[in-house]
């Protein structure tokens, strides 16, 4: 199965969320996963199949922005990616950067991480786990 197809302007929160501001390090769109780069101290987008680093996702971006931009992450709670899920399917990061794909589509080289859990069609609870380890 392909990467969920999104729409950033339906992405957001719902109450309950948790929401923090960070500063990105390059340019994203809503909707984007990402992780925190302790080197550079900013956020990027995510993908699973680069180094165990890259694969830790560590929250969704809420708005679109540009390098050096400061903007809202959210890193728990329901959301809407902006795509239409299955729900009770368990959803994890792509090996394309900042895009979201069911858990169970990992393969050989992957770096498991687990996004969250699909609630609704349009609500995910967001609940990171990273697991550091590569399918072999």
Do not use: C
């Amino acid at each position: 199965m392909p990467d969920l197809t999104q729409i950033s302007a339906n992405v957001h929160t719902y109450k309950g969320a948790r929401v923090i501001t960070v500063q990105i390090g390059e340019a994203v769109i809503a909707g984007d996963q990402g992780y925190h780069d302790f080197a550079t101290d900013k956020h990027y987008k995510t993908e699973i199949d680069n180094t165990e680093n890259v694969a830790r996702a560590t929250g969704m971006f809420l708005q679109d922005g540009v390098i050096d931009d400061f903007i809202l992450f959210a890193v728990g709670g329901p959301v809407d990616i902006g795509a239409t899920l299955d729900p009770g399917k368990v959803y994890a990061p792509s090996i394309n950067s900042g895009k979201w794909r069911l858990a169970s589509e990992a393969s050989t080289g992957n770096y498991i991480t687990i996004s969250g859990v699909a609630v609704a069609t349009d609500k995910m609870l967001l609940h990171y786990i990273h697991s550091g380890v590569q399918i072999l």
